[in-house]
């Protein structure tokens, strides 16, 4: 706490200072040996339990606080992570949410010697352990500020304190318990979102817009099994469509999104950037790039705002790749990928994913490197072939009608499927080439293209 804030209401810090050093700390440590892991990390959660004891450590301080009308409860749906829901009748009309999460990321790798996920210590001003920062300090800030304004005797509004567990997991369990719930939420007229970022220790931050996110799974197959390397350039590489299918969204040449997610920034985004890139100096934008790599803006505020800002893709994981010293002397049948696309504040994540559909069918100048094929003249009346650049296309279910393709491939129960263009692939004739001579774009019956793009 900066020298600046603590002066400034002496009461408050104080009352602040002894209650996380008496009581907040050691309480966190606790919850930090706890490796209560989303359910991502931990399938198993509910057999191991770890996620119930957070939520068990959690309740059973929060009932301890000198809070008036404070209820606890520990809410359980069938089947999903629990949600601890704290609320505290206020003396206006208002409510307001105050949200974070009990759930933690994985272990990792890279801890100093002496620290460790589970182990918390305690280093100067900092403690260390998995979970203390992200998400477990929610519930005792969110508590100990109401519980200071209380003591203060001023009036303050209702407030819902809502912890859930499964966030690291994509809070794929949220959305049940805000429908479950609806009624006792209500309509929040200010919503708290106690797990974001500071750039420094030294003042109070703010998150004003976070970028959203749209994960999914791409997978191309291309053969029912591997076959030997000497099949290269007869069978189409299944990483290459995937590059390609890429590259409708992406500029591989400098990173930039196409333009379907791409929206105006309000005005005064530009200069908070700039306010917080003149606070930080020096230590914004510090990353362990090798040497001769540059960062991909040369301007802080720039670098900033593409943070923040402007739509990205990740490649986060890669599946039908062999280890490179496992790799053999095979043709993959299929690559997968996992991919994270970012996108700026203001664009909803539904309608991103419906934008991602449309953009994975629009082909982009880089898919056109193909082979061309010679035009010919199309009898009149018939459906206009696809461009040579629209592909790959999904390989249509045997019995599928030309108005009923769709990818091979069903989509999994949360996930729409990204759409291939499958629904304009032609009826394959006799008189089609074979599929590996025309290449993997105008797939025949060896060749598909199975796409999952969820909407969360
Ligand atoms: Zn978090």
Known sequence: MSERSRTSSPGVFDFFERRWEEDILPTLARYIEIPAK?????????????????????????????????????????????????????????????????????????????????????????????????????????????????????????????????EESGSRDLPAYMEALAARLDEPDLVICLDSGCGNYDQLWGTTSLRGIVNGVLTVEVLSEGVHSGASGMVPSSFRIARQLLSRIEDERTGAIVKDFQVVMPPARREEARAVVATLGAEFGRFPVMPGMRLAKEDPVELML????????????????????????????????????????????????????????????????????P????????????????????TPPPSATSASRRCSGAPAARSRSWPCSARAFPARSSSSPAPAARGATRTGPTSSCICRWPSG
Request: net charge positive.
């Open 38 to 166: 989303s359910p991502a990390f931990d399938p198993e959660w509910a057999a191991h339990g770890h996620i119930d004891r957070a939520v068990a450590l959690i309740e059973d301080w929060s009932r301890r606080r000198p809070i008036e009308g404070l209820t606890v409860e520990t809410v359980r749906l069938p089947g999903r992570t629990p949600l601890i829901l704290l609320e505290v009748p206020g003396t206006s009309a208002e409510t307001v949410l105050l949200y974070g999460h009990c759930d933690k990321q994985p272990e990792m790798v890279g801890w100093s010697d002496g620290l460790g996920p589970w182990i918390p210590v305690r280093r100067g001003e900092r403690l260390y352990g998995r979970g203390g920062q992200d998400d477990g300090y929610a519930v005792f800030c969110a508590l100990t500020a109401i519980e200071a304004v209380q003591q203060s005797g001023a009036p303050h509004a209702r407030c819902v304190v809502l912890i859930e567990a499964c």
């Open 375 to 394: 035009r010919r003249p199309r009898p009149a009346g018939t459906r206009r072939p696809p461009s040579p650049g629209s592909s790959p296309r999904c």
């Open 306 to 373: 593409a943070g923040t800002w402007e739509p990205a893709l990740s490649v986060l994981g890669a599946d039908g790749i062999p280890a490179v010293v496992d790799a053999g002397n095979v043709i993959r049948p299929k690559t997968s990928l996992k991919l994270s696309l970012r996108i700026p504040p203001t664009l909803d994540a539904v309608e991103a994913t419906r934008r991602l559909g449309r953009s994975s069918r629009r082909a982009r100048p880089t898919a056109r490197a193909l082979p061309s094929r």
